[in-house]
């Protein structure tokens, strides 16, 4: 990764669907990845139904701890967390453990649009400001780092999937609807995601 001093207001805004999607056609290793509450889960939900992924249902800001759980449990698993902006505002405490704990096979992912769109459009501390990516960096992640645009993305996707240091990766996201939405099922949704994993048969 390239030392960017890219700031999140030079970042392009890009479709989070399409993000998503060019992630997840990146995962042939059974990859994990963890999806945040909302928009971000549902549009995971709608690239394709794999077994490493986990739909995380009502906990808000969780993504990142259990994310850093499944990678802490499986050291030779590549695990992504798929975080919103406001959720991840809730646990900025986790970036620093990520970071002291040093968990080498963990990628973030911040789909940041500034606002809290699943419950109305509420003005989020990142669209007044904030900058994730510098919290990231604050914190103890040294790679972080805002995606330039769908090129740039795909080549941090690309170089996550081979480091061997935590990563966090910004992506200012415009504000369009789901293509999907969960099945609101948590012991199915939980029951395959072990079995994705091989943790139960």
């Known amino acids: 990764m390239r030392n960017e001093t890219l700031t999140r207001d030079q970042a392009k805004v890009m479709g989070r669907f399409?993000?998503?999607?060019?992630?997840v056609a990146?995962?042939?290793?059974?990859?994990?990845v963890i999806g945040g509450i909302g928009h971000t889960n549902w549009d995971l939900w709608a690239s394709g139904r794999r077994p490493q992924n986990f739909y995380m249902l009502g906990s808000m800001g969780l993504a990142v701890p259990i994310a850093m759980g499944v990678a802490i449990a499986q050291p030779g698993r590549k695990v992504f967390a798929l975080?919103?902006?406001?959720?991840?505002?809730m646990q900025l405490g986790a970036l620093a453990t990520v970071a002291n704990r040093a968990v080498?096979?963990?990628c973030i992912i911040i789909m940041d649009n500034g606002t809290y769109q699943i419950t109305g459009g509420q003005i989020t501390a990142t669209g007044q400001g904030a900058d994730i990516?510098?919290?990231?960096?604050g914190a103890g992640i040294v790679q972080a780092e805002w995606a330039r645009d769908e090129a740039h993305?795909?080549?941090?996707m690309d170089q996550a999937l081979v480091t061997n240091a935590p990563m966090?990766?910004?992506?200012?996201?415009d504000d369009q609807k789901p293509f999907g939405q969960t099945e609101r099922d948590p012991p199915q949704l939980r029951d395959r995601f072990m079995r994705g994993l091989?943790?139960?048969t």
Not at 26 to 32: F, N
Not at 133 to 137: F, K, N, P, Q
């Open 153 to 156: 993305f795909a080549a941090l």
């Open 133 to 137: 990516v510098a919290i990231a960096r």
């Open 83 to 89: 975080e919103g902006d406001g959720s991840v505002l």
């Open 26 to 32: 990146k995962l042939h290793k059974d990859e994990a």
């Open 104 to 106: 080498g096979n963990l």
């Open 198 to 200: 091989g943790v139960k």
């Open 168 to 173: 966090l990766v910004g992506v200012r996201t």
């Open 18 to 23: 399409e993000i998503t999607k060019a992630l």
